[in-house]
């Protein structure tokens, strides 16, 4: 009989709990549960992987960094996602070095979970293991032993429900006895040994202590891992020397985990017959991925949330205008006439409103996509739009970050690394800025209301929510059609595949929503929010002051017309400041760009926001309100749009027509002006080739369409 080995922990301050599982387990549930707002987001080291970190309490004196490892289905990992979990369970990673595992298993697919399961117990490393998903497990018939599942395994199990924060203090109690106690490691779950015992002997002389089926892990992975030339050199000759066979080694492995499985599943698991009960699931689907009725509803699914960024936004968006109008206006008359007053109004104040106008919407976005996301109806996108993808040379792994580029280009292209076809993933990066991602809202919101009326048909579908929806589709019609173009371009022979698992259907969690849409806030605010300000005070530096003495002379040249014609003082004083405005740095910058754009329709202080939206694209409301305020009297109330709708050319022809409105809308969805988004395709792809690329064909496009917008519409 074999010796129980021991593991004894040093009790401390703070341990590391590694918590992984599976796809689609809950684990992102219980990750959030047990850290609530500790959360804290990077990558792992060398890679673009996100790492989630969080702490949670356990007991008096013990406090756990918990580490949300990537879902996998097994140790033999194929993606970059599934490698760094790989290499922090297998105790490579130098920045993760995990005390326990805690490993999070489906009770409704236990079958399929406990492969990967059985893995992480025979790398002698502590394990817990939590269920969930265990109402849907009674809606199909499933009963589980916990007391009988436990035995088997060796390891302690329990069932949790985090939506419902169900047995998370009993988990919580579980974690700190393993942490106290001595872990008693249960038997091997296979005898990894007996399925290369030459080699695995070999590779345990060389690194004693370590379990058998590690050794075979390092057998077969040992170049992907930090190990000095001279060790690897060692391995090589034991794999030579016993011809190691890897492939052969993990199919026996599989069918005698299986086979340990299927006497598992007898002793703890009762399950009906095929005669079981359907799920809701199961008949919900068949209506939402219906063949034709699936993709109306997925348009009306759409339809409501667009609308809904204007019905619900509107009245919040109001109250902000009206109380920066009305302190701009207060200020105006309050302060004195200098410089730092001129400042604090029509760069601070003005920066700051430019800001925080849009909050509501962006909130207001990301809440609903939140509940898409909870519901599990966001992965039934992907499935319903396969087809389609694999016509434009992608495939329906390509929606989930076509989908998160609605929110940022950044991390939806990160997301593309979920995607094994080469040729696919690269489709992907390159059409996913694309889509209309949640900087470019703030541009739409204020030209739709610009020069779109506020009208509703059949009493409840907005105008303005229909243009809304058709800029974000006319993204990701064309992003479709630049995919099956640069498809004949890109020439990567690779088989593809679609593997989806479908979760189950939830209701959301509205707490859930709630934090999210506070959290995106935040980010736009102090992230987004600081270039913004920045970019206003640069801004109003640039056009109040200018080179030579032309705003000089032009100050005098009014002066002494004001003098001369008091009843005209109002006009004059207004000509005085576009004047001056013209002469100043940044007219003069927009004046340079102006024989360029104006066949578009623009002027040169729409050219200068061009210019600055290659820092960020919502970065075009705060030069709006910069330009306008400093071109315009500051001690009125009057708000952004109003001065918009207001703004004269030269001629006296209105600037913002509906024309103008429609051609600058088409270029801010095509044209690439996000300075990031170029920095993370440089890194996605290892190379400064495809950034260009996208940078040029988006540039092209976006001139284009709003040329042929313009000229239908003038």
């Known amino acids: 009989m074999r010796p129980v080995l021991l593991h004894t922990f040093i009790l401390s301050a703070t341990i590391n709990i590694a918590l992984t599982g599976n796809p689609n387990c809950g684990k992102s549930s219980l990750f959030n549960v047990l850290t609530g707002l500790r959360q804290k987001v990077g990558n792992f080291p060398g890679v673009t992987v996100d790492k989630k970190t969080g702490q949670c309490l356990l007991g008096d004196k013990l406090t756990a960094n918990i580490i949300d490892l990537p879902g996998t289905y097994s140790l033999y990992p194929r993606r970059a996602d599934e490698w760094v979990a790989y ?87 579980l974690l700190e006895k393993t942490v106290k106690a001595h872990f008693n490691n249960p038997r091997p779950f296979i005898n990894s040994k007996a399925l290369a015992e030459g080699a695995v002997n070999g590779i345990t002389q060389l690194l004693p202590g370590i379990s058998s089926y590690k050794a075979l892990h390092l057998l077969c992975n040992h170049e992907q891992f930090n190990f000095s030339p001279e060790l690897q050199e060692k391995i090589e000759a034991t794999e030579a020397q016993h011809q190691f066979n890897p492939t052969k080694v993990q199919a026996e492995e599989i069918m005698q985990r299986y086979s340990r499985i299927r006497h598992i599943m007898q002793q703890a698991v009762v399950e009906e017959g095929p005669l079981a009960k359907e799920l809701l699931t199961e008949r919900l689907d068949k209506i939402l991925l219906h063949r034709r009725w699936g993709y109306l509803i997925l348009l009306l699914v759409l339809l409501f949330m667009f609308q809904s960024v204007f019905w619900l936004a509107q009245y919040p968006m109001d109250g902000i205008e009206w109380f920066f109008g009305r302190a701009s206006g207060w200020l105006g008359d309050t302060l004195p006439v200098a410089w730092w007053s001129n400042l604090l109004i029509n760069g601070v104040l003005a920066g700051l409103s430019g800001i925080l106008v849009f909050v509501p919407q962006i909130m207001i976005l990301f809440g609903l996509i939140t509940i898409l996301e909870d519901t599990g109806y966001m992965a039934r996108i992907s499935f319903l739009t396969d087809k389609l993808m694999r016509k434009a040379g992608l495939n329906g792994k390509s929606v989930m970050p076509m989908i998160s580029g609605y929110a940022c280009a950044v991390p939806a292209i990160m997301t593309a690394r979920n995607i094994e076809n080469k040729k696919e993933r690269l489709l992907t990066i390159l059409i996913t800025p694309l889509m209309s991602c949640s900087a470019r809202l703030p541009v739409y919101s204020i030209l739709i209301a610009l020069v779109i009326p506020s ?186 749009r109003q001065k918009m709708a207001a703004a004269t050319r030269p001629d006296g022809t209105k600037v913002y027509t509906l024309a103008t409105g429609l051609s600058l809308m088409v270029f801010y969805v095509f044209a690439m002006q996000c300075m990031s988004t170029l920095a993370v395709v440089k890194r996605e792809t290892k190379s400064w080739k495809w950034p260009i690329i996208q940078l040029l064909y988006m540039t092209a496009l976006a001139y284009l369409l709003s040329l042929l917008v313009y000229m239908v519409f003038k």
């Not at 209701?507 to 736009?524: C, D, G, H, Q, Y």
């Open 87 to 173: 290499r922090v369970l297998m105790q490579q990673d130098e920045t993760v070095k995990p005390d326990i595992v805690l490993l999070v298993a489906d009770a409704s697919n236990l079958k399929r979970n406990l492969l990967f399961c059985s893995q992480i117990i025979d790398l002698k490393i502590p394990v817990v293991v939590v269920l969930t998903m265990m109402d849907i497990a009674a809606g199909k018939g499933i009963k589980i032993d916990i007391a009988g599942l436990e035995r088997e395994l060796g390891v302690p199990v329990l069932a949790v429900n985090p939506r419902k924060t169900k047995g998370i203090a009993e988990l919580k109690k």
């Open 455 to 640: 009208k509703l048909y059949f009493g409840f579908l907005s105008l303005q929510g229909l243009v809304m929806m058709g800029l974000y589709l006319a993204g990701t019609a064309v992003a479709l059609m630049m995919a099956y173009v640069l498809k004949w371009f890109i020439h990567i022979k690779e088989r593809s595949f679609f593997i989806l698992e479908l979760p189950v259907y939830h209701s959301p969690r509205w707490k859930n929503a709630l934090v999210t849409m506070v959290e995106k806030a935040k980010i736009f605010v102090f992230d987004a929010g600081k270039v913004i300000m920045v970019i206003s005070l640069l801004l109003w530096l640039l056009s109040s002051f200018g080179p030579g003495s032309q705003m000089l002379e032009a100050e005098k040249k009014y002066e002494q017309l004001i003098a001369a014609q008091p009843e005209k003082a109002e006009e004059l004083s207004r000509l005085q400041k576009t004047e001056m405005l013209q002469n100043s740095y940044a007219g003069v910058l927009g004046k340079s760009i102006e024989p360029v754009i104006q066949p578009l329709g623009y002027d040169w202080k729409i050219g200068i926001a061009l210019i600055t939206s290659f820092a960020a694209r919502e970065v075009f409301v705060g030069t709006m309100a910069t330009l306008y305020s400093v071109g315009e009297d500051a001690d009125t109330e009057t708000t952004l």
